[in-house]
């Protein structure tokens, strides 16, 4: 742990190591950038929102290890998380004339990180890459443990690869200009470790919310350590899921469903994942798992955060073909992340019928001609 730092984790996995640095200022501070791999070249992935915000002054602060410094905007948004988006990468790197050695700088939320990394992990067979994380979300979970993708129309994430980083850089001075709603699908990540792994630290998020929610700085500080915490123990142990690293895909299996269901980005995924979440415990519940007092306990948090807590309208067949399509999915078999007790998670498969029960039960009451679910994004 470096002791000038907020917080510093590290991420072990069988082939790399690597530092999160959390705190704010980092982007000024010249050790921010010290000890990366250098080259000729580095290029700064981004989108138009960030780069107004963020793009000089992370150009500004590599340019001492770097003789140019360009910039690739990619649009913004969930819906670009494309072939295509990714094809502007390969093009500027190409018509730039970039080496193996040049260094990819992912500057965003996790559309960006995801699509970046993804570039990084193709170009030349792997060039190195530095998250730079700008939302919370992609602070406490996208930006660690080296899941890149893109999206396809028939399923989220579908095409990517395991890649991880040199550095993480999470510089919690980006947050103060994060929009509210997106403040609160970043709080979904977070929620979503106490379930799986802490309940002490889902007790202090029921007591930090409203800290939260005001953007203290302690208290991001601590909610983003502790999340990096608990993603770099699961991703040291399973770094390319076999096993134990599909917990942290909670409420993930609904919500991805719900992503790709409503045209992406609709729902924001974090939103997607909070409305997931509700219903994955709601599912554990039906199960005999955890407690009905548990399911109300997380749906409450989940709404004090300002996220969805009621699916919306999908016909009972479209819910289960976008759940099968699920990267859990064996065999067409959905298996969902459920609680088998507060602060443990487990895979299990279900009955169809139990599934959508859960998903009618928490539904507003339908119209006629509706299917099941009812509610939008908030
Ligand atoms: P995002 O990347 O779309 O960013 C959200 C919005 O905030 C964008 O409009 C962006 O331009 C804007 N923004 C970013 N930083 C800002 C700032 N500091 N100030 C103002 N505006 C800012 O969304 P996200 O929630 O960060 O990431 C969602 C994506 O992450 C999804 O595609 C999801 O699949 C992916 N994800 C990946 C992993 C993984 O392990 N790789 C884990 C979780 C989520
Ligand atoms: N966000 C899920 C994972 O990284 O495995």
């Known amino acids: 742990m470096n ?11 069988p082939d790399t190591r690597y530092e999160i640095r959390i705190d704010s200022g980092l982007f000024g501070r010249a050790s921010t950038w010290q000890d990366l791999p250098t080259s000729a070249q580095a290029v700064i992935v981004s989108n138009p929102t960030v780069d107004a915000l963020y793009g000089d002054a992370l150009a500004a602060a590599i340019a001492p290890h770097h003789r140019q410094v360009s910039r690739v905007l990619l649009p913004d948004g969930e819906a670009y998380k494309t072939w295509g988006s990714l094809n502007l990468v390969f093009d500027h790197l ?40 700008t939302t919370l979300l992609a602070q406490v979970d996208s930006s660690v443990g080296g899941k890149t993708a893109i999206n396809h129309p028939l399923g989220k994430n579908m095409i990517g690869a395991f890649y991880q980083p040199a550095r993480v850089v999470c510089d919690l001075d980006t947050l103060a200009t994060l929009p509210a709603r997106e ?21 202090w998020l029921e007591r930090s919310l409203d800290a939260l929610l005001a953007r203290d700085r302690a208290a991001l500080a601590h909610a983003v350590k502790r999340s990096c915490e608990i993603k770099a123990a699961v991703v ?22 719900i992503e790709a269901g409503q045209g992406y980005g609709a729902w924001l995924h974090g939103e997607a994942v909070g409305c997931g979440m509700v219903l994955a415990t709601a599912l554990s519940a039906e199960l ?91």
């Open 183 to 203: 403040l609160a699908a970043g709080l979904a990540e977070v929620i979503k470790y106490g379930p799986i792994a802490d309940m002490a630290f889902f007790d």
């Open 288 to 378: 005999g798992l955890v407690p009905a007092t548990f399911v109300d306990r997380l749906t409450r948090l989940v709404k004090r955060a300002g996220l969805p807590v009621q699916p919306p309208v999908m016909p009972a067949e479209r819910w289960l073909e976008l759940m099968r399509v699920d990267k859990k999915a064996e065999a067409g078999a959905i298996r969902f992340v459920v609680i088998e007790t507060p602060g443990r998670a487990a895979l299990r498969s279900a009955p169809d019928e139990t599934v959508l029960h859960v998903i009618q039960r928490h539904s507003a009451p339908p119209c006629a001609g509706q299917g099941v679910g009812s509610g939008a994004a908030a």
């Open 94 to 133: 190409l018509a730039h004339g970039c080496d193996r050695k040049t260094v990819l700088y992912a500057l965003g939320g996790g559309v960006v990180g995801d699509m970046a990394g993804f570039a990084a992990a193709t170009y030349m067979r792997g060039v190195p890459f530095v998250q730079v994380p």
């Open 3 to 13: 002791a000038a730092l907020a917080g510093s984790v590290t991420v072990t996995t």
């Open 236 to 257: 040291g142990e399973d770094e390319r899921e076999s096993g134990l690293r599909a917990i942290l895909n909670f409420g993930h299996t609904f919500g991805h469903a």
